[in-house]
C-alpha cells in the first residue's frame, strides 16, 4: 500500500454497490478495504489505520450507528454515514454520534468523493499546536482535552470544534459562519447537531467556572474564557 494514499475503511452489504464504489475510489486514488458486515469492519481495526470511514446504516452483524460508537472508542477518525433512510430522526442519531456527513442513496459518486476531500482537508486544517481553553489544555495532535488528572479522549470533530472555539474565545460566535466553517454548509439537521455538540462541550468545560457561553438569541452566541 502507497503510503502518501488515503486510506477508507468503507462497510456496504450490498455487494453490486460496494463493489462498484470500490472501484471508483480506487480510480481516484484511494485505498479501500472493503466490508459486507460490521463485525469484520471492527475486526479489521486491529490492522488498519483508515483516514476516514463510510459506513452504511442497515448492514448485519452490527450496524452502522454501533459500528461508529465502537470505532470511536478505538480510534479518533473520521466518518461518513451512507443510508436510504430519509428519516429525520436517523439523520440526527447519525449526526449527534459526531459523523462528519451523511449520504442519503441514491447519490453521485463524484459527489462522495468531493465529500471525502473537503472532510479531510479541514480535519488536516488543524494545526497540532497545544491550546490553552481556561485551566484545560486541548492537544490537537493527541485529540484530548485535560485539566489537573481529567483525560477526554476527543473525536476528531470535537476537537476541531473546540479548537475553533479556543481560536474565537470572547468574541461572537454566529451560528451559520460555525456551520459553515467546520460542517461547509448551513441546514436544520447540522444545526440540531451543532446543538448537540454544544452540550457535550459544556460538560467537558463545566468544572472551569471563568467558562461561560452567553447566547446572543437569534445571532450565535460569545465563548467567554476569563
Known amino acids: 500500500m502507497s503510503s502518501s494514499k488515503i486510506s477508507i475503511l468503507f462497510v456496504e452489504d450490498d455487494p453490486d454497490l460496494g463493489n462498484v464504489l470500490t ?3 480506487h480510480m481516484n486514488g484511494f485505498e479501500v478495504s472493503h466490508f459486507e458486515n460490521g463485525r469484520d469492519a471492527i475486526k479489521a481495526l486491529s490492522s488498519l489505520t483508515p483516514d476516514i470511514c463510510l459506513l452504511d446504516v442497515n448492514i ?3 450496524d452502522g450507528f454501533e459500528l461508529a460508537q465502537q470505532i470511536k ?3 479518533a477518525i473520521p466518518f461518513i454515514f451512507l443510508t436510504a433512510r430519509k428519516q429525520k430522526e436517523d ?13 442519503t442513496k441514491p447519490f453521485e459518486a463524484d459527489e462522495l468523493v468531493l465529500r471525502i476531500k473537503n472532510i479531510l482537508s479541514r480535519t488536516k486544517r ?8 481556561g485551566t ?7 485529540m484530548t482535552l485535560t485539566r489537573n488528572d481529567q483525560i477526554f479522549s476527543l473525536t476528531a470533530r470535537e476537537t476541531e470544534f473546540l479548537a475553533y472555539l479556543a481560536k474565537r474565545k470572547n468574541e461572537l460566535i454566529k451560528k451559520q459562519e460555525l456551520l459553515e466553517e467546520l460542517w461547509g454548509e ?8 451543532m446543538d448537540v455538540f454544544l452540550t457535550r462541550i459544556r460538560k467537558y468545560l ?5 467558562i461561560t457561553f452567553e447566547n446572543v438569541r437569534g445571532v450565535g452566541f460569545r465563548f467567554q474564557v476569563g
Open 186 to 193: 448551513n441546514d436544520y439537521f447540522l444545526g440540531r447537531s
Open 91 to 103: 439523520r440526527l442519531k447519525g449526526l449527534q454520534l459526531g459523523a462528519d456527513d451523511y449520504i
Open 73 to 75: 472508542g478505538k480510534r
Open 126 to 133: 488543524v494545526d497540532h499546536a497545544d491550546l490553552w481553553i
Open 136 to 142: 484545560y489544555r486541548l492537544s490537537t495532535l493527541n
Open 206 to 210: 463545566k468544572d472551569d467556572p471563568t
Open 23 to 25: 472501484l471508483y475510489l
Open 60 to 62: 448485519p452483524e452490527i
